[in-house]
């Protein structure tokens, strides 16, 4: 495979992929607002921060509000993972390796594209923000549903896969890097109605909250909530479960192409060395100091992808 046509393969997946999270974020931080009892621009100020979206909005914006922040993550055209520029961005590389991609595929994203572009053509209401938040994330289902349906298993798919599951474990760690002060075991036993809050936001930004209460109950613990979103090999958001798919993906382009080359090591390491810890010794070595870890990981990881198989070649 050419490696400009795996470059927008990958591109066009973490996109999709983006958009989707952050809806999830824009939802989260809908949801927590209408618990106040009053205005608060903390958690609007979180919902940039897991984003990583901080420096580009203060940029733009003199304060912090919650109409400032969804237009600035919904549609604003300076801000580069923005949902509606995520959707074109994935649009585009699309139509860069249209032939690579199922009649299914392409018609799914290029539905969620003009879909988004309705949608997101003027500021967004609140009483609209609910429908348009989850439109965005069955679109995105969509389009996942017709690449698992409908696409040969070969180097195409693993491409996609990994595009995929890179950004799903960056917004995953983003979101820990932001709220992990919240899961430390000095703040364990507090247990206030604002720790609880707090706890189920992380849960809710990833889509978490179903499956931890099948696993754990109604409990809100801090440390099982560490621990399902980092070590829990079956929830499809976790950084484990993340992490196992990149490493299966990378190990069918290496029998593929008859080469395991740098990167395929890289996510070895993480998934046999960094993710062996249980929580326990994850708290011992610093919840914070672990995220950290993880996310220079991801990011040498996804460059190291670019130089592997020549993307700009």
């Known amino acids: 495979m050419l490696g400009k046509t795996a470059n927008g393969l990958f591109w066009m997946y973490r996109y999709l992929e983006r958009a989707e999270n952050v809806s999830r974020l824009v939802e989260t931080g809908q949801r927590i607002a209408l618990t106040r009892s009053g205005e608060s621009d903390e958690d609007w100020q979180s919902v940039l921060q897991s984003a990583g979206v901080t420096a ?11 109409d400032t922040v969804i237009d600035w993550m919904l549609r604003a055209k300076g801000n580069p993972s923005s949902v509606l520029n995520c959707i074109g961005g994935a649009r585009q590389n699309a139509r860069l390796v249209r032939t690579a991609l199922t009649g299914e595929v392409w018609e799914g994203t290029n539905a969620i594209y003009m879909g988004a572009r309705d949608m997101l053509a003027r ?4 009483r609209d923000l609910p429908n348009i938040l989850r439109r965005i994330r069955q679109q995105t289902a969509l389009v996942r549903g017709a690449t698992h349906g409908t696409m040969l298993r070969n180097d195409i798919y693993d ?6 599951f890179l950004e799903r474990a960056d917004n995953t760690t983003r979101i820990l890097d932001v709220k992990y002060y919240v899961l430390l075991p000095s703040v364990m036993a507090v247990g206030t109605d604002l720790d609880n809050v707090q706890w189920e936001t992380i849960l809710r930004s990833v889509s978490a ?16 909530i560490a621990s399902f979103l980092i070590l829990d090999r079956r929830f499809p958001r976790s950084l484990g479960f ?25 996510v070895v390491d993480m998934s046999e060395r960094h993710l062996s810890r249980d929580i326990d010794e994850i708290f011992d070595y610093g919840l914070h100091e672990f995220v950290q870890e993880t996310l220079n990981c991801l990011g040498a990881l996804g460059q190291q992808i670019e130089i592997d198989y020549r993307f700009y070649e």
Do not use: W
Request: proline share 3%.
């Open 209 to 224: 909250r179903g499956g931890f209460r099948m696993e754990f109950g109604n409990q809100f613990e801090p440390r099982d």
């Open 56 to 66: 580009g909005f203060h940029d733009h914006y003199d304060a912090v509000t919650k």
């Open 123 to 126: 500021k967004v209401g609140e």
């Open 242 to 266: 993340c992490v196992d798919k990149l490493r299966s993906n990378m190990e069918f382009l290496g029998r593929e192409y008859g080469n395991f080359p740098r990167a395929h090591g890289m």
């Open 159 to 164: 491409f996609c896969r990994i595009g995929t």
